[in-house]
């Protein structure tokens, strides 16, 4: 017998997240590689989640290099919002602060 809440059954698939109007995630102002809007073209990152002391730390990590992912200095990344600066900052939070 089926089950009547199997997505399967009705080829439901799940929301995409660029339709969901998520926000950009900077940290201090810098672009942080776990944003939904950030992208490595290459396909090598990962999250990888860090217990410290009971709490759970998600943390970027680079496949190519082996390392913790350097964000918009890498050259395969980038902003699907063009909102990127060549220094790492995030232009699309600089610009919300600017217009409050």
Avoid: W
Avoid at 19 to 27: A, C, E
Avoid at 62 to 83: H, N, Q
């Amino acid at each position: 017998m089926s089950n009547p809440n199997d997505p399967q059954q009705h080829n439901i698939k799940p929301p995409n997240p660029l339709y969901l109007n998520p926000k950009p995630t900077p940290i201090a102002g810098q672009c942080n590689p776990l944003c939904p809007y950030f992208l490595c073209e290459k396909e090598s990152l990962q999250a990888s989640t860090v217990n410290k002391r009971g709490i759970s730390i998600n943390k970027p990590f680079c496949l190519i290099v082996g390392d913790t992912c350097m964000g918009l200095k890498c050259r395969y990344s980038r902003c699907r919002l063009l909102a990127g600066s060549v220094d790492g900052r995030c232009l699309a939070a600089y610009r919300r602060a600017q217009s409050t």
